[in-house]
């Protein structure tokens, strides 16, 4: 097992705690926001980054992935919880808990029996119109703070969106002041000089602003007291229904993060060249949120640009997520009045322009670009998620998915292969359609496993490449070789379609083999009934030298010592 802190040594122990000096820099603005997101005190948002975050850097595989909550995270906990309890009450600190806590519960679920996979059915397009989504939801409530103007923050997307518009007209000036400016000074700082930690510069200089010209009174909402000292162990106590209720959006939750955060943990283990387990880190994943639900945080995941600004730091352990634990800790014992004046003009600006990449607007324009079938997936899903709300969301961005596979998967590349002249050649190329691979043989290749969604195509191929051929040469076809090579598996459907077939072909007088075929294939067709009496050649050149032949007896005596090698 891979120890803690991997790849830590004395020569880089300076880099890390560096790194982990601006990780408290960047990550302590950012989790006050995204608590507020979620209908949390700030509190929420910073035990996040103590017990879950030690816990999560001392089990992960991966050396680089800070774990915390993020913004999508947290206006799912909001869509999710706020339809059955208000936010900001103690039943709805109890229910995001408990939500935690199941989200640990399914990775770790995830871990043990090896299930990540399931995550791989959100693809790119999904994701990004799913977060889109949220981030564009998120979005609206932070221009509305930026504005200082009033607005249920717990609501639909189109009751946000109204009462923003109308609320135009209570905008304080101080508020806009504020915003734009901390807008303006994050983006351009950022753009010119990336390592100064721009959101917290943000956060003291209008923290100090307010205070010195008590602009507090003047209608500019601050963060108010934050209480001090540690986070307390809890539990959450609710009726079974209830635990019931929050599996949905805790299965979403779950599922999200698992794709982002194997994403981003498998590319940097890539780029370092460090060893990544999957299971670990969900393992890692489960850990970290069940102690959050225990800590009175919220639902942990893995925050993406965190981690590389870490990497950019030139951090390549988890050293800097502990310098973080610790740093917020001292923070919560001895600091928590310096947050009670933030203004919440400055954190919507500090969260609004952190999740501007999250609307994913580079990202659908590119899926434009390559594939408008995708580019239509991404757009459906961010949609539902925008109007009708991020559970419902998931649902149809699985629902895609399978649309999306089942598309590509009925169709697959059905191809007659043609007979080379060069030996050499270890494929044969597609031949024109009509044509034969040798006279009376047809070499067919299916580029797919064969199961309910392409077996009738693949019936339909065989017997339209059969007429065409006779139609064409006006001679009959009396061999078929199927390629099995792709062929990974067959499911009932599909063996029932190739009963069917395996008639067909019998009536007609056309005799069938198979080659290239892959042991596990050769078992499933056994168990299936596919194979009996049935030849199977090594390659392709092999079957066309077999029954090319005019003489049944020589293609009999050259059946039984077909060439090795892969054709």
């Keep these: 097992m891979q120890r803690p802190l991997a790849g830590l040594t004395a020569k880089h122990l300076a880099t890390e705690l560096t790194a982990g000096v601006t990780l408290i820099a960047i990550a302590i603005p950012l989790n006050i926001g995204y608590a507020q997101i979620a209908g949390l005190p700030a509190t929420a948002g910073l035990y996040a980054l103590i017990v879950p975050t030690v816990v999560y850097a001392l089990v992960v595989s991966s050396r680089q992935v800070v774990a915390s909550p993020d913004a999508a995270a947290a206006a799912l906990v909001a869509s999710s919880i706020g339809g059955l309890a208000a936010a900001g009450s103690a039943d709805y600190a109890t229910l995001a808990l408990a939500q935690a806590i199941i989200c640990g519960v399914m990775f770790v679920l995830l871990a043990v029996f090896k299930l990540g996979f399931l995550a791989n059915f959100l693809s790119k397009p999904i994701l990004v119109g ?45 508020s806009l002041a504020i915003s734009a400016v901390s807008v303006a000074v994050l983006l351009v700082g950022k753009r010119f000089l990336g390592a100064v930690p721009w959101a917290l510069v943000v956060l003291v200089l209008t923290t100090v602003l307010v205070v010195v010209a008590n602009l507090d009174d003047a ?30 959006s805790a299965m979403a939750l779950t599922l999200v993060t698992t794709a982002e955060g194997l994403l981003v943990s498998r590319s940097y283990a890539e780029k370092h060249r460090y060893p990544f387990h999957a299971n670990r880190d969900l393992l ?29 730091a ?14 917020t800790l001292l923070l919560l014992l001895f600091g928590t009045a310096l947050l009670a004046d933030i203004p919440s003009p400055a954190i919507g600006a500090v969260v609004g322009v952190a999740i501007i990449p999250l609307l994913g607007i580079r990202e659908f324009a590119d899926l434009w670009r390559k594939d408008r079938f995708e580019f239509v997936v991404g757009g459906a899903c961010f949609l539902v998620t925008l109007f009708v ?13 399978l649309v999306n596979l089942a598309k590509r998967a009925a169709n697959p590349a059905i191809d007659v292969l ?24 047809i070499v067919l290749r299916l580029a797919a496993p064969l199961f309910f969604a392409n077996g009738s195509v693949f019936t339909a191929a065989v017997k339209g490449a059969v007429a065409s051929a006779e139609h064409a040469d006006g001679g009959p076809v009396r061999e078929l070789v199927i390629d099995m090579e792709a062929v990974t598996d067959i499911d009932v459907t599909g063996a029932e379609e190739f009963e069917a077939l395996k008639a067909w072909l019998a009536s007609g007088g056309v005799r069938l ?12 067709l056994v168990q299936l009934g596919l194979l009996g009496d049935e030849r199977v050649f090594d390659t392709n050149r092999a079957a066309i030298a077999a029954l090319a032949t005019d003489s049944p007896q020589t293609a009999a005596t050259e059946a039984g010592t077909t060439e090795k090698g892969s054709s």
Excluded: C, H, Y
Aim: hydrophobic content about 45%; proline content about 7%; charged content about 15%.
């Design 389 to 401: 709300g991020a559970i419902p969301g998931i649902l149809v961005a699985f629902v895609l998915a």
């Design 130 to 174: 799913f977060v889109g989504g949220l981030a564009l939801d998120i979005m609206v409530s932070q221009i509305a703070k930026m504005l200082g103007v009033k607005i249920d923050s717990g609501g639909e997307f189109v009751d946000k969106l109204g009462g923003l518009i109308t609320g135009l007209g209570t905008t304080n000036l101080w």
């Design 219 to 248: 209608g500019v909402d601050v963060l108010g007291e934050v209480p001090a000292g540690p986070p307390a162990l809890t539990w959450p106590v609710i009726d079974w229904t209830t635990w019931a209720a929050l599996i949905p």
């Design 314 to 327: 030139g951090s390549r352990t988890q050293l800097p997520s502990l310098v973080l634990a610790v740093g």
């Design 513 to 524: 083999s198979f080659s290239r075929m892959r042991d596990p294939a050769r078992r499933r």
């Design 284 to 312: 890692a994943f489960g850990l970290a949120n069940v102690a959050a639900g225990a800590q009175a945080s919220f639902s942990v995941g893995s925050s993406t640009s965190r981690t590389a600004a870490m990497d950019q």
């Design 418 to 441: 043609e007979a080379e002249g060069d030996p050499a050649e270890s494929l044969l190329e597609d031949a024109p359609a009509g044509t034969t691979t040798a006279p009376g043989v």
